[in-house]
Protein backbone atom coordinates (compact mmCIF):
# COMPACT_ATOMS: atom_id res chain seq x y z
CA UNK A 1 0.00 0.00 0.00
CA UNK A 2 1.48 3.59 -0.77
CA UNK A 3 0.89 7.19 -1.02
CA UNK A 4 -1.45 6.69 -3.77
CA UNK A 5 -3.86 4.22 -2.50
CA UNK A 6 -3.83 6.24 0.62
CA UNK A 7 -5.59 9.01 -1.67
CA UNK A 8 -7.96 6.70 -3.47
CA UNK A 9 -9.13 5.45 -0.45
CA UNK A 10 -9.48 8.99 1.40
CA UNK A 11 -11.60 10.45 -2.28
CA UNK A 12 -13.70 7.45 -2.05
CA UNK A 13 -14.70 8.03 2.00
CA UNK A 14 -15.38 11.32 1.63
CA UNK A 15 -17.70 10.67 -1.49
CA UNK A 16 -19.06 7.63 0.76
CA UNK A 17 -20.06 10.26 3.26
CA UNK A 18 -20.99 12.63 1.40
CA UNK A 19 -23.65 10.65 -0.69
CA UNK A 20 -24.38 8.35 2.88
CA UNK A 21 -23.44 5.43 0.75
CA UNK A 22 -21.71 2.32 2.03
CA UNK A 23 -17.98 1.39 1.13
CA UNK A 24 -17.13 -2.21 -0.10
CA UNK A 25 -13.03 -3.05 0.61
CA UNK A 26 -12.79 -5.51 -2.57
CA UNK A 27 -9.60 -7.02 -3.00
CA UNK A 28 -8.11 -9.02 -6.21
CA UNK A 29 -6.59 -12.14 -5.21
CA UNK A 30 -6.47 -14.69 -8.53
CA UNK A 31 -3.05 -13.52 -9.87
CA UNK A 32 -1.96 -16.34 -7.70
CA UNK A 33 1.52 -16.12 -8.45
CA UNK A 34 1.91 -13.30 -6.69
CA UNK A 35 -0.67 -13.35 -3.54
CA UNK A 36 0.70 -12.61 -0.22
CA UNK A 37 -0.96 -12.91 3.04
CA UNK A 38 1.77 -10.49 3.71
CA UNK A 39 0.43 -8.22 1.42
CA UNK A 40 -3.16 -8.40 2.08
CA UNK A 41 -2.61 -8.02 5.56
CA UNK A 42 -0.84 -4.84 5.22
CA UNK A 43 -4.17 -3.14 3.51
CA UNK A 44 -5.87 -3.37 7.00
CA UNK A 45 -2.65 -2.80 8.89
CA UNK A 46 -2.54 0.63 6.22
CA UNK A 47 -6.40 1.55 6.51
CA UNK A 48 -6.57 1.13 10.46
CA UNK A 49 -3.17 3.24 11.10
CA UNK A 50 -4.37 6.25 8.88
CA UNK A 51 -7.80 5.87 10.32
CA UNK A 52 -9.74 5.41 7.04
CA UNK A 53 -13.07 3.42 7.67
CA UNK A 54 -15.21 1.33 5.76
CA UNK A 55 -18.48 -0.15 6.05
CA UNK A 56 -18.92 -3.99 4.70
CA UNK A 57 -16.36 -6.91 3.30
CA UNK A 58 -13.56 -8.54 5.44
CA UNK A 59 -11.92 -7.04 8.69
CA UNK A 60 -8.32 -9.03 8.71
CA UNK A 61 -6.25 -11.22 6.24
CA UNK A 62 -8.06 -14.13 7.81
CA UNK A 63 -11.68 -13.10 7.58
CA UNK A 64 -11.01 -12.06 3.85
CA UNK A 65 -9.65 -16.09 3.10
CA UNK A 66 -12.69 -17.25 4.79
CA UNK A 67 -15.07 -15.60 3.22
CA UNK A 68 -14.27 -12.72 0.80
CA UNK A 69 -11.32 -14.14 -1.70
CA UNK A 70 -12.42 -14.11 -5.42
CA UNK A 71 -11.43 -17.85 -4.56
CA UNK A 72 -15.31 -18.47 -3.57
CA UNK A 73 -16.60 -16.47 -6.90
CA UNK A 74 -14.82 -19.21 -9.33
CA UNK A 75 -18.23 -20.29 -10.13
CA UNK A 76 -19.96 -17.34 -11.09
CA UNK A 77 -16.89 -16.26 -13.45
CA UNK A 78 -16.84 -19.80 -15.13
CA UNK A 79 -20.88 -19.31 -15.59
CA UNK A 80 -19.66 -15.93 -17.16
CA UNK A 81 -17.16 -17.55 -19.32
CA UNK A 82 -19.62 -20.65 -20.73
CA UNK A 83 -21.77 -17.78 -21.80
CA UNK A 84 -19.35 -15.97 -23.79
CA UNK A 85 -17.95 -19.08 -24.97
CA UNK A 86 -21.67 -20.71 -25.95
CA UNK A 87 -21.70 -17.46 -27.80
CA UNK A 88 -18.84 -17.57 -30.14
CA UNK A 89 -17.56 -14.03 -28.06
CA UNK A 90 -14.54 -15.15 -27.19
CA UNK A 91 -11.39 -16.64 -29.57
CA UNK A 92 -8.30 -19.04 -28.21
CA UNK A 93 -4.99 -16.82 -28.05
CA UNK A 94 -1.41 -18.65 -28.37
CA UNK A 95 0.35 -14.88 -28.43
CA UNK A 96 3.22 -14.37 -25.47
CA UNK A 97 4.11 -10.97 -24.46
CA UNK A 98 7.12 -10.90 -26.25
CA UNK A 99 5.25 -11.35 -29.49
CA UNK A 100 2.67 -8.96 -28.67
CA UNK A 101 5.57 -6.20 -28.02
CA UNK A 102 6.20 -6.94 -31.97
CA UNK A 103 3.51 -7.81 -33.66
CA UNK A 104 -0.44 -7.41 -33.49
CA UNK A 105 -2.50 -11.10 -32.19
CA UNK A 106 -4.31 -12.63 -35.34
CA UNK A 107 -5.61 -15.58 -33.16
CA UNK A 108 -8.81 -14.86 -34.09
CA UNK A 109 -8.34 -16.00 -37.75
CA UNK A 110 -6.81 -19.17 -36.86
CA UNK A 111 -10.17 -20.29 -34.60
CA UNK A 112 -8.05 -22.60 -32.22
CA UNK A 113 -10.52 -24.57 -30.30
CA UNK A 114 -10.72 -23.01 -26.89
CA UNK A 115 -9.45 -26.20 -25.31
CA UNK A 116 -6.33 -26.18 -26.38
CA UNK A 117 -3.79 -26.15 -24.16
CA UNK A 118 -2.69 -23.15 -22.45
CA UNK A 119 -4.07 -20.34 -24.21
CA UNK A 120 -5.99 -17.26 -23.32
CA UNK A 121 -9.22 -16.82 -24.05
CA UNK A 122 -9.74 -12.88 -25.84
CA UNK A 123 -12.96 -11.36 -26.15
CA UNK A 124 -13.95 -9.93 -29.60
CA UNK A 125 -14.24 -6.18 -29.67
CA UNK A 126 -14.31 -5.90 -33.35
CA UNK A 127 -16.71 -2.88 -34.35
CA UNK A 128 -17.70 -2.24 -30.72
CA UNK A 129 -20.23 0.76 -30.65
CA UNK A 130 -19.84 3.88 -28.56
CA UNK A 131 -19.62 3.12 -25.04
CA UNK A 132 -21.31 5.44 -22.88
CA UNK A 133 -19.74 5.69 -18.81
CA UNK A 134 -22.34 7.21 -16.35
CA UNK A 135 -20.19 9.36 -14.05
CA UNK A 136 -20.36 11.67 -10.69
CA UNK A 137 -22.61 15.11 -11.20
CA UNK A 138 -24.98 13.46 -13.36
CA UNK A 139 -22.88 13.57 -16.28
CA UNK A 140 -21.82 10.60 -19.00
CA UNK A 141 -18.94 10.16 -21.17
CA UNK A 142 -19.25 8.69 -24.48
CA UNK A 143 -16.07 7.15 -25.74
CA UNK A 144 -14.70 4.44 -28.05
CA UNK A 145 -12.58 1.22 -26.65
CA UNK A 146 -8.78 2.34 -27.19
CA UNK A 147 -7.07 0.20 -29.65
CA UNK A 148 -4.73 -1.21 -26.94
CA UNK A 149 -8.38 -2.43 -25.46
CA UNK A 150 -9.28 -3.87 -28.44
CA UNK A 151 -9.84 -7.89 -28.01
CA UNK A 152 -8.69 -8.20 -24.06
CA UNK A 153 -8.21 -10.62 -22.57
CA UNK A 154 -11.02 -12.54 -20.11
CA UNK A 155 -9.55 -15.55 -19.40
CA UNK A 156 -5.70 -16.31 -18.35
CA UNK A 157 -3.28 -18.97 -19.39
CA UNK A 158 -3.16 -20.31 -16.24
CA UNK A 159 -7.22 -20.75 -16.49
CA UNK A 160 -7.93 -18.60 -13.96
CA UNK A 161 -10.61 -15.61 -15.33
CA UNK A 162 -8.85 -12.27 -15.64
CA UNK A 163 -9.08 -8.66 -14.12
CA UNK A 164 -11.39 -7.30 -16.48
CA UNK A 165 -13.88 -10.11 -16.15
CA UNK A 166 -14.17 -10.77 -12.38
CA UNK A 167 -14.04 -6.99 -11.97
CA UNK A 168 -17.97 -6.70 -13.85
CA UNK A 169 -18.80 -9.77 -11.76
CA UNK A 170 -18.03 -8.29 -8.95
CA UNK A 171 -19.30 -5.46 -9.42
CA UNK A 172 -23.03 -7.44 -10.09
CA UNK A 173 -22.79 -9.65 -7.08
CA UNK A 174 -22.22 -6.73 -4.82
CA UNK A 175 -24.73 -4.89 -6.24
CA UNK A 176 -22.17 -1.84 -6.78
CA UNK A 177 -23.35 1.59 -7.92
CA UNK A 178 -20.28 3.20 -7.60
CA UNK A 179 -16.60 2.46 -8.44
CA UNK A 180 -13.82 5.36 -8.42
CA UNK A 181 -10.38 4.71 -8.84
CA UNK A 182 -7.62 6.30 -10.54
CA UNK A 183 -7.59 7.74 -13.86
CA UNK A 184 -5.08 5.29 -15.31
CA UNK A 185 -7.53 2.44 -15.41
CA UNK A 186 -10.13 4.62 -17.78
CA UNK A 187 -8.98 2.20 -20.23
CA UNK A 188 -10.38 -0.63 -18.10
CA UNK A 189 -13.63 1.20 -17.10
CA UNK A 190 -14.15 1.36 -21.06
CA UNK A 191 -13.31 -3.05 -21.44
CA UNK A 192 -15.86 -3.62 -18.59
CA UNK A 193 -18.68 -1.91 -20.49
CA UNK A 194 -17.88 -3.63 -23.48
CA UNK A 195 -17.74 -7.03 -22.07
CA UNK A 196 -21.15 -6.26 -19.51
CA UNK A 197 -22.77 -5.40 -22.83
CA UNK A 198 -21.16 -8.74 -24.77
CA UNK A 199 -22.95 -10.77 -21.36
CA UNK A 200 -26.04 -9.00 -21.29
CA UNK A 201 -26.04 -6.83 -18.11
CA UNK A 202 -27.65 -3.65 -18.42
CA UNK A 203 -27.46 -3.15 -14.77
CA UNK A 204 -23.76 -2.26 -15.44
CA UNK A 205 -24.97 0.69 -16.85
CA UNK A 206 -25.92 2.09 -14.18
CA UNK A 207 -23.40 2.22 -12.00
CA UNK A 208 -21.46 5.48 -11.60
CA UNK A 209 -17.44 5.81 -12.17
CA UNK A 210 -15.20 8.28 -10.55
CA UNK A 211 -11.72 8.86 -12.15
CA UNK A 212 -9.60 10.71 -9.95
CA UNK A 213 -5.92 12.08 -11.06
CA UNK A 214 -3.24 10.27 -9.93
CA UNK A 215 -0.36 10.81 -7.53
CA UNK A 216 3.28 10.86 -9.74
CA UNK A 217 6.59 10.38 -8.38
CA UNK A 218 9.72 13.55 -9.42
CA UNK A 219 9.90 11.85 -13.24
CA UNK A 220 6.24 12.01 -13.72
CA UNK A 221 5.98 8.70 -13.50
CA UNK A 222 3.00 7.18 -11.57
CA UNK A 223 3.33 5.75 -8.25
CA UNK A 224 3.24 1.66 -7.98
CA UNK A 225 3.00 -1.46 -5.19
CA UNK A 226 6.70 -1.45 -5.74
CA UNK A 227 7.13 2.19 -4.76
CA UNK A 228 9.16 1.10 -1.61
CA UNK A 229 9.79 4.63 -0.70
CA UNK A 230 6.40 5.64 -0.28
CA UNK A 231 5.01 2.71 1.13
CA UNK A 232 3.11 3.30 4.33
CA UNK A 233 4.30 -0.05 5.71
CA UNK A 234 8.12 1.78 4.91
CA UNK A 235 7.13 4.78 6.18
CA UNK A 236 5.71 3.57 9.51
CA UNK A 237 9.34 1.14 9.91
CA UNK A 238 11.15 5.07 10.07
CA UNK A 239 8.89 6.09 12.33
CA UNK A 240 6.24 8.25 10.79
CA UNK A 241 3.07 9.20 12.31
CA UNK A 242 -0.46 9.34 10.42
CA UNK A 243 -0.43 13.19 10.70
CA UNK A 244 2.90 13.08 8.84
CA UNK A 245 2.33 10.88 6.05
CA UNK A 246 -1.03 12.79 5.06
CA UNK A 247 1.21 16.17 5.04
CA UNK A 248 3.45 14.22 3.03
CA UNK A 249 0.59 13.76 0.69
CA UNK A 250 -0.77 17.41 0.73
CA UNK A 251 3.20 18.02 -0.22
CA UNK A 252 2.98 15.88 -3.11
CA UNK A 253 0.04 17.39 -4.42
CA UNK A 254 1.42 20.91 -4.09
CA UNK A 255 0.46 22.08 -1.07
CA UNK A 256 1.83 23.45 2.00
CA UNK A 257 -0.52 22.34 4.71
CA UNK A 258 0.27 19.91 7.72
CA UNK A 259 -2.82 17.66 7.72
CA UNK A 260 -4.45 15.68 10.69
CA UNK A 261 -6.88 13.31 8.75
CA UNK A 262 -8.17 11.65 5.65
CA UNK A 263 -10.75 13.90 5.64
CA UNK A 264 -9.33 16.92 5.48
CA UNK A 265 -6.94 15.27 2.61
CA UNK A 266 -10.47 14.68 1.07
CA UNK A 267 -11.42 18.27 0.96
CA UNK A 268 -7.86 19.33 -1.08
CA UNK A 269 -8.83 17.33 -4.12
CA UNK A 270 -11.85 18.33 -6.17
CA UNK A 271 -14.53 16.05 -7.03
CA UNK A 272 -17.89 16.61 -8.19
CA UNK A 273 -20.45 14.62 -6.01
CA UNK A 274 -23.29 15.89 -7.03
Known amino acids: MHLGNVLSFAITANIARKSRAKILLRIDDLDRARVNEEYVQDIFDTLDFLEIPWDEGPRDAQDFDDTWSQLHRIGKYTEALKQLADCGQVFACTCSRNQLQVSSCNCAQK ?17 HSEIIVRTLGDAAIQATLPIDMQNFVVKKKDGFPAYQLTSVIDDLVYGIDLVVRGDDLWPSTLAQHALASALGQERFYDITFCHHLLLTEN ?48 QLVSIPTG
Do not use: F
Open 219 to 266: NGVKLSKSAGATSIKHLRENGKNRQQVYTMLAGMMGINEALNNWEELA
Open 111 to 127: HLPLNTPDVAWRLLTNG
